[in-house]
């Protein structure tokens, strides 16, 4: 690997399969002036394909060992490089509209995940590579085992598809895990039905918190027997039996309800 020895604590899984590499850099269809940012380019298994399209690229890197290669070894007008941890990255300041992508470390995905959905708004689209269960989990529909709260709370906001599946073999070294490739695009605003963001996190959070409880006794917090007859939810299902439209439904009648009527 040219000197590099991968450091766990970075997550450093290098992709080395050019056929994989390939796949991703065509599903991505990077266009001479997209305003794109890729998160950990490592040793440029994409940086360097992606760069063959593009006009520029950004990339966000933590490990001193790598900036130090990404400024010798790449040529400078095209690459912008910014030193730092992604999770503390404030993506406004590429501008908008914005493309993200990344293999991205996965030991900090879900909160990596979290921090990209509050730029929604201004990203055109992600592509990463993750580790397979959490893209399962991502994708997954009511009452199917993968379901869960990172389901919900990523599927009000995004558009999300599994593209391709990456075997341990792709990397080296090679991790323990299966990978994929997983595309988000947000969703347009007017399709965003959560009024209060805040409280849909919260309602989503209790009901999944006792996964095998039944809604009655995960939301009494929240809803009696007359509200779930309102909503017209039977209060003996369970989180994993209800989609972003019931969570949302609830949501917003929680919402309704607080806000006193004019
Ligand atoms: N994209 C390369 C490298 C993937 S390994 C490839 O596909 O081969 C993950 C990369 O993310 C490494 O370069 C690692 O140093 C970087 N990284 C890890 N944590 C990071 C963080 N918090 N912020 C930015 N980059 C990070």
């Known amino acids: ?16 399969d050019q056929n994989i590499i390939a796949d991703i850099v065509r599903a991505i269809r990077p266009a001479a002036d997209d305003n794109m940012v890729e998160i950990g380019p490592g040793l440029g298994a994409m940086t360097r394909p992606l760069m063959q399209h593009l006009n520029k690229l950004h990339v966000v890197e933590i490990d001193r060992d790598i900036i ?3 400024k010798t070894d790449y040529p400078q007008d095209k690459i912008v490089i910014h030193e730092g941890d992604a999770l503390k990255f404030d993506f406004a300041t590429l501008g908008t509209p914005l493309r ?5 470390p996965y030991n ?35 009452s199917t085992a993968a379901f869960g ?3 919900v709370m990523l599927q009000y906001r995004f558009y999300m598809e599994k593209l391709l599946d990456v075997p341990p073999q792709s990397f080296r070294p090679a991790p323990k895990v299966d990978s994929a490739i997983v595309r988000m695009i947000p969703l347009p ?12 996190a919260k309602v989503v959070a209790s009901a999944f918190g006792q996964r095998r409880k039944t809604l009655r006794n995960t939301l009494r917090d929240y809803l009696a027997e007359d509200d779930f007859a309102q909503l017209d939810i039977n209060p003996q299902l369970r989180a994993e039996n209800l989609g972003v439209a019931e969570f949302t439904r609830i949501a917003n009648f929680l919402n309704e309800r607080a806000v006193p009527s004019p």
Do not use: C, W
Not at 1 to 16: C, E, P, R, T, Y
Not at 120 to 133: K, S
Not at 189 to 200: C, G, S, W
């Open 1 to 16: 690997m040219s000197g590099h020895k991968a450091k766990k604590q970075f997550g450093q899984n290098f992709l080395v």
């Open 68 to 70: 130090a290669r990404l």
């Open 100 to 104: 993200i992508v990344g293999n991205l």
């Open 108 to 142: 900090i995905s879900s909160p990596l995940l979290f921090h990209f959905a509050k730029y929604a708004e201004g990203i055109t689209d992600m592509h990463f590579m993750l580790q397979n269960e959490v893209v399962e989990r991502m994708v997954a529909e009511p």
């Open 149 to 151: 709260r990172l389901s």
């Open 189 to 200: 605003a007017a399709q965003i039905t959560v009024k209060d963001e805040a409280l849909y």
